[in-house]
């Protein structure tokens, strides 16, 4: 819940500063915040993760559907020719990382079932079928990681069914990888790097407010945003801004080395977002921060035992 009050107030200190409007920019971000306050205080964790595993299932559907239908907005891919669709999750990014964040915390805590497997099968199809790269590889490292962090027969048999769907079904990620050092590709790794540079560059003498919240678009003269939550930050928001977003992340994800599944789950944002800003996008956030509100609400007797003993070996060492 702090960290997206800690973005709303960087986008308001930001945008104040320059003189732009900040009341829509925020209220996403406050929103996001107060149902997570609704989900931890109202006992609504189950409801939540259940309406949250429906939708993203439908929508990982029409993902599927998508190349076969013109009902859904598809966006070409200038690096590989193709059209890619987020189905009724808008760009393929957000439902990719989306669908991400629902797969990993699926695979992490859910008993294998028939309809868990099913479940899983079609998040990880419309995954690959949405071609976003950097999401695939970043999901593909966190599960690497959450059976490195907790090793079980179940995760390492998950581990070799997703491979094989991906041999079968990665082609468009797979052209897409043939492709990340293409020079001038609007997706890849140089690009980022160069449009970077430039942001810097063109935003060094307001370090201090930024040059407000979505407005790299126009001072990168492409129109194109940052492709890095932590460039984004920096750039529109200054150094206060990152303060107060340093604070609130500090404050909301300060418990999450307790728990395996929110730490996995962290640290896949936390990465995703170097080339994407993954943090920022709302339906990604608004995800990440229920999963998160979940999982603490699963173990809050655990999570709050392990704080104590903590707190116990720290006074027993220092008598």
């Known amino acids: 819940m702090a960290f997206p009050l800690g973005v709303a107030a960087a986008i308001a200190v930001a945008n104040i500063a320059n003189s732009l409007n900040y009341v829509e920019a925020i209220s996403r971000y406050v929103a996001i915040a107060a149902l997570a306050l609704l989900i931890a205080t109202r006992e609504l964790d189950r409801w939540a993760l259940a309406i949250l595993r429906t939708t993203v299932a439908v929508g990982a559907l029409t993902v599927l559907v998508a190349p076969y239908t013109n009902f859904f907005v598809r966006y070409l891919d200038e690096a590989t020719g193709e059209l890619r669709s987020g189905g009724l999750m808008g760009h393929p990014n957000f ?80 052209s897409r990888l043939m492709e990340v050092g293409a020079t001038g590709r609007a997706d890849s790794l140089l690009w980022r790097q160069i449009q970077w540079e430039k942001l810097l560059s063109v935003s060094a003498g307001d370090r201090l407010f930024g040059i407000g919240w979505q ?29 107060l977003m340093v604070v609130g992340a500090t404050v909301a994800f300060s418990w999450v080395h307790r728990s395996t599944t929110a730490a996995v789950l962290t640290i896949y944002c936390a990465v995703a977002s ?13 995800a990440l921060i229920v999963l998160l509100t979940i999982e603490y609400r699963r173990h809050p007797h655990k999570l709050k035992n392990m704080a104590l003993q903590a707190r116990l070996r720290d006074r027993t060492a220092v008598l």
Do not use: K
């Not at 001072?219 to 303060?243: D, P």
């Open 95 to 174: 439902a990719a990382y989306v669908m991400s964040f629902t797969l990993l915390y699926i695979v992490l805590t859910c008993r294998v079932t028939i309809l868990m497997i099913a479940e899983c099968a079609l998040l990880l199809a419309a995954i690959l079928s949405s071609g976003s790269l950097a999401a695939a590889l970043t999901a593909a490292a966190a599960w690497g990681l959450s059976l490195v962090l907790r090793p079980t027969l179940r995760g390492w048999a998950l581990a070799v069914a997703a491979a094989t769907a991906a041999a079968l079904l990665g082609s468009v990620v797979l």
């Open 215 to 243: 407005q790299s678009g126009a001072a990168s003269g492409n129109g194109l945003g940052a492709h890095s939550a932590y460039v984004q930050a920096l750039v529109e928001t200054g150094a206060v801004g990152c303060l």
């Open 274 to 286: 170097l080339t994407d800003p993954v943090a920022f996008y709302p339906s990604c956030l608004t």
